[in-house]
C-alpha cells in the first residue's frame, strides 16, 4: 500500500542553518505530495505541494522537489528562523478511490535563537 | 476567508456521555475526514466523506459515528466515549481528488475521564 516515511525528530538547529527534512514514499501511479506545517496549539497548514515528476514546490522560503526516481520529496530551507519551529508532515494523495492522504509521522523543528 | 470550522476547541467529558465535534466548511469542498493526532502514532484517519450521504470508515473509526446531510457539515459523533478517546481531532476538507491539498480545521481537544 501507500506509505510515507519521514526523519524522525526532533530536529534542533540554530538560527538561519541550513535545514534539510527527509521524506521518501512508496505509491502506485502518480501521487500529489505535500508537506504541512503544524504550529503549536493550531491545525496543519498546507505548506507546498508538487504534482508531478520534478515539479519544485516553495513557500515561506522552504522548497521541495519531486523526484520519482528517488521516491522522495525532501524540504529544504536556506536559512531557518525562531519562527519556523513547528511540527513538519510530509503527505501524499493518490488518484484512487477514496482520495486518501497518507501522512508521515511528523519531524518536530526547534529552532534556537 | 476560506476556512475548516470545528467546535468546541476544548472539551472534557465523562466516561459514557455522547458528545458530537462539529465540522463546517464555506469551500463547497466534496470530501471531508476526521483525524486524531496522538503523540508518536501521527495522524490517523477515522471516518471521511466523498460527498452528501456518502461515508466510509478509515484505519480507526471504532468508537466514533459521522453523517454527511449537508455539503457543508461533517459531525463527529461519540455515543459512548471512552478514555482511550482521549486524543487531539482534526476535521479537514479537499475538492474532489485530493490533487490541490487539504484545508484543516484548528482542532478539538478532547479529555475523557
Known amino acids: 500500500g501507500n506509505s510515507v516515511t519521514q526523519m524522525e525528530g526532533p530536529v534542533t538547529l540554530s538560527e538561519e542553518a541550513f535545514l534539510t527534512i527527509n521524506c521518501t514514499y512508496t505509491?502506485?501511479?502518480?501521487?500529489?505530495l505535500f508537506w504541512y506545517v503544524q504550529y503549536p496549539g493550531e491545525g496543519l497548514q498546507l505548506l507546498l505541494k508538487?504534482?508531478?515528476?520534478?515539479d519544485k514546490g516553495s513557500n515561506k522560503g522552504f522548497e521541495a522537489t519531486y523526484r520519482k526516481e528517488t521516491t522522495s520529496f525532501h524540504l529544504e530551507k536556506g536559512s531557518v528562523q525562531v519562527s519556523d519551529s513547528a511540527v513538519y508532515f510530509c503527505?501524499?494523495?493518490?488518484?484512487?478511490?477514496?482520495?486518501?492522504?497518507?501522512f508521515g509521522k511528523g519531524t518536530r523543528l526547534h529552532i534556537l535563537p | 476567508e476560506a476556512q475548516v470550522t470545528q467546535n468546541p476547541r476544548y472539551l472534557i467529558t465523562v466516561t459514557g456521555k455522547k458528545l458530537t465535534v462539529t465540522c463546517s466548511q464555506n469551500?463547497?469542498?466534496?470530501?471531508m475526514s476526521w483525524y486524531r493526532q496522538d503523540p508518536g502514532l501521527g495522524l490517523r484517519q477515522i471516518y471521511y466523506?466523498?460527498?452528501?450521504?456518502?461515508?466510509d470508515k478509515g484505519d480507526v473509526p471504532e468508537g466514533y459515528k459521522v453523517s454527511r446531510k449537508e455539503k457543508r457539515n461533517f459531525p463527529l459523533i461519540l455515543e459512548s466515549p471512552s478514555p482511550n478517546q482521549t486524543s487531539l481531532y482534526f476535521c479537514?476538507?479537499?475538492?474532489?481528488?485530493?490533487?490541490?491539498?487539504?484545508?484543516f480545521g484548528s482542532g478539538t481537544r478532547l479529555t475523557v475521564v
Open positions: 466523506s466523498m460527498n452528501v450521504e456518502v461515508t
Open positions: 508538487a504534482t508531478k515528476a520534478d
Open positions: 469551500m463547497n469542498h466534496e470530501y
Open positions: 479537514a476538507s479537499s475538492a474532489q481528488g485530493g490533487g490541490l491539498g487539504y484545508t
Open positions: 505509491a502506485t501511479g502518480y501521487p500529489s
Open positions: 503527505a501524499l494523495t493518490a488518484w484512487n478511490r477514496d482520495d486518501k492522504i497518507i
